[in-house]
């Protein structure tokens, strides 16, 4: 038994099974406690979640000559 880590789906620390994460139940960041489907032990769950932005322009843009 020890600390498990995953950036694809959840996984137990106990029997490492890997929960599937349909939906966004997986994503709920106060999300703190969960039992494994397959051992039904029950363990911690610390969810962390990174959001990113890209922008571009509508117009290409002109730099004025003065």
């Known amino acids: 038994m ?3 880590y995953s950036t694809d789906a959840p996984v ?3 029997c490492e099974y890997t929960h599937k994460h349909d939906g966004g139940f997986f994503y709920d960041e ?3 406690e969960f039992e494994c489907e397959s051992c039904e032990k029950a363990f911690n769950v610390n969810v962390y979640t990174r959001t990113s932005w890209t922008c571009t322009p509508k117009e290409p843009h002109h730099d ?3």
């Open 12 to 14: 137990c620390p106990y």
């Open 64 to 66: 004025s000559m003065a």
């Open 2 to 4: 020890s600390e498990t």
């Open 30 to 32: 106060a999300l703190t």
